[in-house]
């Protein structure tokens, strides 16, 4: 740098004394702009702790009308696994639907809110009204992969009990298509199953025999291969590695 150089002022120096400058002449305009930012910021934090503050209550109502579907077990049978005698019981379940479907309404937008449509449909399930649990688990397909396997699962299994087979199938296919889905390698077993119930004998076939290749690291692939056997399937063979050829002289 030449001394013509070195005699300019320094950029941020400039810029800070055209601030300052800019700050003194508009006073007014200064201060209003810093308490709205102050008072957006605030505003931002009061949501975030009322939001959080939504989801605790929420959790707490949602775990009181869960509590309504526990049996509540006889004292003479302590200690013994019954589970006949372990069922809620049908006006307890009833209870528990009218307060889960308060948790939904009352706290929408929250966890809790989605947890609880699935458990609706779970109590309509125990109670054996397919037609409105479809309906529930419809509502709570959504959020984390977890939930949303939890909702379509439950979703599919309705349908396979209210013996609509097709239905059941395209369900457990969205799960299967997937491909940052939960639970892909259950729901294929699932889905053939589903197939081979609406009289679907080679899709599920198709569906097992491409099990290995489409889960290699699945636990589940034993099952698929009984399965597929049962139908009369072959597990598909991997094609052997080429090999050189020795050549001729």
Not at 121 to 131: F, N, P, R
Not at 173 to 180: E, F
């Given at each position: ?55 605790v209550e ?150 097992l025999t ?23 399937g072959a ?15």
């Amino acid at each position: 740098m030449d001394k013509k150089e070195l005699k300019k002022p320094d950029e941020f120096l400039t810029w800070g004394a055209r601030a300052t400058q800019f700050a003194s002449e508009n006073a007014a305009l200064v201060l209003g702009g810093t308490i709205v930012c102050v008072v957006l910021i605030a505003s931002f934090f009061f949501w975030l702790q009322r939001r959080d503050a939504r989801e605790v209550e929420a959790a707490g109502a949602l775990y009181r009308a869960e509590k309504l579907m526990e049996a509540q077990q006889d004292p003479a049978l302590a200690g013994f696994r019954m589970p006949a005698f372990n069922k809620p019981k049908p006006e307890d379940v009833k209870a528990a639907i009218e307060k889960l479907e308060e948790v939904a309404r009352e706290y929408p937008r929250t966890k809790a809110a989605l947890r609880a449509k699935a458990k609706i449909g779970d109590a309509y399930v125990e109670l054996e009204q397919w037609d409105d649990a479809i309906t529930a688990y419809q509502g709570a397909v959504g959020g984390t992969p977890v939930e949303r396997y939890y909702a379509l699962n439950g979703l599919a299994h309705a349908y396979e009990r209210k013996e609509s087979f097709d239905d059941a199938a395209s369900t457990y296919r969205r799960i299967v298509d997937d491909p940052n889905g939960f639970g892909r390698d259950i729901a294929a077993l699932d889905l053939a199953r589903s197939l081979e119930r609406a009289g679907k004998k080679d899709a599920a076939i198709q569906v097992l025999t491409k099990f290995t290749s489409d889960f290699p690291d699945s636990r589940l692939k034993s099952e698929a291969e009984r399965r597929l056997a049962s139908l009369g399937g072959a597990v598909a063979q991997a094609p052997a590695p080429a090999t050189a050829g020795t050549g001729g002289t």
